[in-house]
T-cell receptor, first 120, second 112 residues
Framework: GAVVSQHPSRVICKSGTSVKIECRSLDFQATTMFWYRQFPKKSLMLMATSNEGSKATYEQGVEKDKFLINHASLTLSTLTVTSAHPEDSSFYIC????????????????FGPGTRLTVL | GDSVTQMEGPVTLSEEAFLTINCTYTATGYPSLFWYVQYPGEGLQLLLKATKADDKGSNKGFEATYRKETTSFHLEKGSVQVSDSAVYFCALFKAAGNKLTFGGGTRVLVKP
């Protein structure tokens, strides 16, 4: 159980285009989803946290107009990279949590396999 | 801010060798500490955790002890298998902020 999928697994796009990445919790309802970005040989950097039905909370330094996050249902969140540029090339990872442990407690996050974005 | 530092890889060992991956952290308060593992082509999976000082997390033969005095959470396994080849991430969680802070990851390659 607790499987999270991402689609696509890799995408190549031209500079200036927009790319949408989907994150789905396959066998549980995710009240909270997280989006991370990973640079080569670097740690995962949290970009934003989204709760179903409400606006995402972005980390400092992350452009909310560039990285659009939608969490319209308990099983689906999307990240859209708008007007992508080569510097947006990276590995994007989502995770999903049930929130069952309640606020202030650690709610285990289940991670997707990641999406490799290459912007030419 | 909070941070996690772990040894850079890759770490290459032979089957049945002893594995240690060092992890140290910087954080105020009392974070919970975690080790995640990422097998090729898969998402990160929680390997073990410890929520307070001197706690020992263990799973699948791996162990790590929360050492507050040295702010460390080193991962160990006494006899690795080829199937342990993966990338290992150390992480901390603090309730304030509700987010995980990850180390850079350590790639481990176990050769038969």
């Amino acid at each position: 159980g607790a499987v999270v999928s991402q689609h696509p697994s890799r995408v190549i796009c031209k500079s200036g285009t927009s790319v949408k990445i989907e994150c789905r919790s396959l066998d549980f309802q995710a009240t909270t989803m997280f989006w991370y970005r990973q640079f080569p040989k670097k740690s995962l950097m949290l970009m934003a946290t989204s709760n179903e039905g409400s606006k995402a909370t972005y980390e400092q330094g992350v452009e909310k107009d560039k990285f659009l996050i939608n969490h319209a249902s308990l099983t689906l969140s999307t990240l859209t990279v708008t007007s992508a540029h080569p510097e947006d090339s990276s590995f994007y990872i989502c995770s999903a949590g049930t929130g069952l442990a309640g606020p202030g407690a650690y709610n285990e996050q289940f991670f997707g396999p990641g999406t490799r974005l290459t912007v030419l | 801010g909070d941070s996690v530092t772990q040894m850079e890889g890759p770490v290459t060992l032979s089957e049945e060798a002893f594995l240690t991956i060092n992890c140290t952290y910087t954080a105020t308060g009392y974070p919970s500490l975690f080790w995640y593992v990422q097998y090729p082509g898969e998402g990160l999976q929680l390997l073990l955790k410890a929520t307070k000082a001197d706690d020992k997390g263990s799973n699948k033969g791996f162990e790590a002890t929360y050492r507050k005095e040295t702010t460390s959470f080193h991962l160990e396994k006494g006899s690795v298998q080829v199937s342990d080849s993966a990338v290992y991430f150390c992480a901390l969680f603090k309730a304030a902020g509700n987010k995980l802070t990850f180390g850079g990851g350590t790639r481990v390659l176990v050769k038969p």
